[in-house]
């Protein structure tokens, strides 16, 4: 089914919509990463989705680096399978098998390149609806630049998502104020939460990839283990959950 295009779609570099600081978004991530029910040992699953699409092309690389920072680290706690998803191109969108070796998905995502394309969105939201169904999804994780689909389409995909207990946290990359009203509104709907990702913040929201991804493997004793490390992320996100 092709979807009809928004109002005022595109890729420009105007100023956010919404007067909420990167601050806010990131307590709001934080209050909504607790949510994130623990699962035993080897049975957590997390889908991380992302656009590779031509308009990322210009931090890409330090995209990726951060990304598999996060599988490197979900892979050292043991307990989280994570998927790999994305699109580009024309159409081209595709999924990892579920694995927990965080060097082979780091890998993987080295291997891929951005090539221009319309995003596709709605595909990643109705994947991880048929994923949880197949078996139950913890939590799914994107980040993409702009949107340029039916925004309410869209939210009905996250409707249903969220209906399956599946939080979406959506890191935004960039300024682009139509898809950040579709972003936050995809994280409300799962229950889930919006952040903004850019230079200046690119270390801080890494840390909390990273410690999202330790909650989920192990909960509690994992985020402990990493503040002991002297991860960040795993301390602001226990200061939450205390």
């Given at each position: 089914?092709?979807?009809?295009?928004?109002?005022?779609?595109?890729?420009?570099?105007?100023?956010?919509?919404?007067?909420?600081?990167?601050?806010?978004?990131?307590?709001?991530?934080?209050?909504?990463?607790?949510?994130?029910?623990?699962?035993?040992?080897?049975?957590?699953?997390?889908?991380?989705?992302?656009?590779?699409?031509?308009?990322?092309?210009?931090?890409?690389?330090?995209?990726?680096?951060?990304?598999?920072?996060?599988?490197?680290?979900?892979?050292?706690?043991?307990?989280?399978?994570?998927?790999?998803?994305?699109?580009?191109?024309?159409?081209?969108?595709?999924?990892?098998?579920?694995?927990?070796?965080?060097?082979?998905?780091?890998?993987?995502?080295?291997?891929?390149?951005?090539?221009?394309?319309?995003?596709?969105?709605?595909?990643?939201?109705?994947?991880?609806?048929k994923?949880?169904?197949?078996?139950?999804?913890?939590?799914?994780?994107?980040?993409?630049?702009?949107?340029?689909?039916?925004?309410?389409?869209?939210?009905?995909?996250a409707?249903?998502?969220?209906?399956?207990?599946?939080?979406?946290?959506?890191?935004?990359?960039?300024?682009?104020?139509?898809?950040?009203?579709?972003?936050?509104?995809?994280?409300?709907?799962?229950?889930?939460?919006?952040c903004?990702?850019?230079?200046?913040?690119a270390r801080?929201l890494?840390?909390?990839?990273?410690?999202?991804?330790?909650?989920?493997?192990?909960?509690?004793?994992?985020?402990?283990?990493?503040?002991?490390?002297?991860?960040?992320?795993?301390?602001?996100?226990?200061?939450?959950?205390?």
């Amino acid at each position: 089914m092709s979807a009809k295009p928004p109002a005022a779609p595109g890729k420009s570099s105007s100023q956010p919509v919404t007067s909420k600081s990167e601050s806010e978004d990131i307590n709001a991530f934080l209050q909504a990463a607790k949510r994130v029910t623990p699962r035993a040992a080897g049975s957590g699953r997390l889908i991380f989705a992302m656009d590779a699409t031509m308009s990322r092309q210009p931090t890409w690389d330090r995209a990726c680096q951060l990304q598999g920072e996060m599988f490197q680290e979900a892979g050292s706690i043991g307990g989280l399978e994570i998927q790999l998803v994305y699109f580009r191109g024309f159409g081209e969108c595709a999924a990892s098998k579920w694995v927990s070796d965080g060097k082979a998905l780091g890998g993987l995502m080295s291997r891929i390149d951005c090539r221009g394309g319309h995003t596709q969105i709605r595909k990643v939201l109705t994947h991880a609806i048929k994923e949880t169904r197949r078996k139950k999804v913890q939590a799914m994780v994107y980040v993409g630049d702009c949107m340029e689909e039916d925004v309410d389409e869209l939210c009905a995909q996250a409707g249903e998502l969220g209906l399956l207990g599946v939080p979406a946290f959506i890191f935004q990359e960039g300024h682009e104020p139509v898809a950040e009203q579709a972003f936050r509104e995809i994280a409300r709907l799962t229950n889930g939460a919006f952040c903004r990702f850019d230079t200046a913040s690119a270390r801080q929201l890494g840390e909390l990839l990273r410690a999202v991804a330790a909650y989920a493997a192990g909960g509690m004793a994992a985020l402990s283990d990493m503040d002991d490390r002297g991860g960040a992320g795993a301390r602001l996100l226990l200061q939450q959950l205390r």
